[in-house]
Nanobody, 115 residues
Framework: QVQLVESGGGLVQPGGSLRLSCAASGSIFGINVMGWYRQAPGKQRELVATIISGGTTRYADSVKGRFTVSRDNAKNTVYLQMNSLKPEDTAVYYC?????????WGQGTQVTVSS
């Protein structure tokens, strides 16, 4: 059984930075995609950034140039470095893993950007 455990959310002022981490455990091998999605109150869940096991990345236009997704394949861990945070980045951030056609989600971590 695959499990995803997130950490690193919290409250930050506009312009600040946060780093999210997500560690995956279980039967994970081969090509897979790890990434981050977010859901703000009253809105649908949206893609933030993804990274394939080979390193190819994809970003939402709203975070390009501010967020960086990376991974440590040896640790089955994905990171999201968030800089220049804006109030509109406030949301619950969910870790996602797609492997062997199966889709897994973390429990979510709250990120609040407010002064």
């Amino acid at each position: 059984q695959v499990q995803l455990v997130e950490s690193g959310g919290g409250l930050v002022q506009p312009g600040g930075s946060l780093r999210l981490s997500c560690a995956a455990s279980g039967s994970i091998f081969g090509i897979n995609v790890m990434g981050w999605y977010r859901q703000a109150p009253g809105k649908q869940r949206e893609l933030v950034a993804t990274i394939i096991s080979g390193g190819t990345t994809r970003y939402a236009d709203s975070v390009k140039g501010r967020f960086t997704v990376s991974r440590d394949n040896a640790k089955n861990t994905v990171y999201l470095q968030m800089n220049s945070l804006k109030p509109e980045d406030t949301a619950v951030y969910y870790c996602n893993l797609v492997v062997w056609g199966q889709n897994y989600w973390g429990q979510g971590t709250q990120v609040t950007v407010s002064s």
